[in-house]
């Protein structure tokens, strides 16, 4: 089992920046590679970010893409995702999930272990 908790969630105007962090306990935190999703009002949960299990190797979706950063540190157990320029269409629950997969992967149903979100506001 492995235990995800996110913070940093809050409200910003347009334009400005949080940073998230997901805290990790459990199994061997470098063992997943991990991924943030999010969810807003009345919409399905879709991939934001993801990073490979020694942090080499990141992706993130194109609607967040030279605005958003995926980052990890073994050492703290801990996933980051710095988020800049934001846009009210930015408003959602924001998830960290863990997955123990040898491979890439931008799908929900790939990531076995879930955090219970942040909320993330952006005012216009």
């Known amino acids: 089992q492995v235990q995800l908790v996110e913070s940093g969630g809050g409200l910003v105007q347009a334009g400005g920046s949080l940073r998230l962090s997901c805290a990790a306990s459990?199994?061997?935190?470098?063992?997943?590679?991990m991924g943030w999703f999010r969810q807003a009002p009345g919409k399905e949960r879709e991939f934001v970010a993801r990073?490979?299990?020694?942090?080499?190797?990141?992706y993130v979706t194109d609607s967040v893409k030279g605005r958003f950063t995926i980052a990890r540190d073994n050492a703290k157990n801990t996933v980051y995702l710095q988020m800049n320029s934001l846009k009210p269409e930015d408003t959602a629950v924001y998830y960290c999930?863990?997955?123990?997969?040898?491979?890439?992967?931008?799908?929900?149903?790939?990531?076995?272990?879930w955090g219970q979100g942040t909320q993330v506001t952006v005012s216009s």
């Open positions: 990073i490979s299990r020694s942090g080499d190797n990141t």
């Open positions: 999930a863990a997955a123990p997969r040898s491979y890439y992967s931008v799908l929900s149903r790939d990531y076995d272990y």
């Open positions: 459990g199994r061997t935190f470098s063992n997943y590679m």
